[in-house]
T-cell receptor, first 113, second 110 residues
């Protein structure tokens, strides 16, 4: 019953450092998403993928990169971390981009100092 | 501009009481409306998904309503429990995008 698994749960970065947030799902979902959630705000879509080898930008892609080499994995890379990237990051997956229920991971809390 | 607005921003009620959360949207073209529950420090979990033709949908003590004419939805929680303390997020699907509301933070007091 793993569902969507994200690592790490917490991370503190210094300005200018890089890191990768890992996301894996075991439900064979084609669609995967990365969101960020700032305090008191709605979720904002960073990147999404409709299948292995295919990714596309969401609302707030600047400063991030993704790849989708397998159906299961959808890592999010932060290059040159900035304080504005301090947030909680959620990975999600679904069977369908329009009608399918989204299944979320537990979140990764990132602080950039 | 596609927008989803929720009210109230926060709500405190006593355990056992009922409450209703509101969601107004200006999203086009409409595909479906979802309610999610997000416990503190956890990812959102789906409660209901409603299409244009559905007026009411229940999930246990949670009942969602949809008025597509006025572009309003509500989530009614019956006989609240301490475990209902969470943020409740309204999401509207339109044109292969999901528009997220900021959520209503609900606190249930014993």
């Amino acid at each position: 019953n793993a569902g969507v698994t994200q690592t790490p749960k917490f991370r503190i970065l210094k300005i200018g450092q890089s890191m990768t947030l890992q996301c894996t799902q075991d439900m064979n979902h084609n669609y995967m998403y990365w969101y960020r959630q700032d305090p008191g705000m709605g979720l904002k879509l960073i990147y999404y993928s409709v299948g292995a080898g295919i990714t596309d930008k969401g609302e707030v892609p600047n400063g991030y990169n993704v790849s989708r080499s397998t159906t299961e994995d959808f890592p999010l890379r932060l290059e040159l971390a900035a304080p504005s990237q301090t947030s909680v990051y959620f990975c999600a997956s679904s069977t369908d981009i329009n009608t399918g229920e989204l299944f979320f991971g537990e979140g990764s809390r990132l602080t950039v100092l | 501009k596609n927008q989803v607005e929720q009210s109230p921003q926060s709500l405190i009620i006593l355990e056992g009481k009922n409450c209703t959360l509101q969601c107004n949207y200006t999203v086009s073209p409409f595909s479906n409306l979802r309610w999610y529950k997000q416990d503190t420090g956890r990812g959102p979990v789906s409660l209901t998904i409603m299409t244009f033709s559905e007026n009411t949908k229940s999930n246990g003590r949670y009942t969602a309503t949809l008025d597509a004419d006025t572009k309003q939805s509500s989530l009614h929680i019956t006989a609240s429990q301490l475990s209902d303390s969470a943020s409740y997020i309204c999401v509207v699907s339109a044109n292969y995008q999901l528009i997220w509301g900021a959520g209503t933070k609900l606190i249930i007091k014993p």
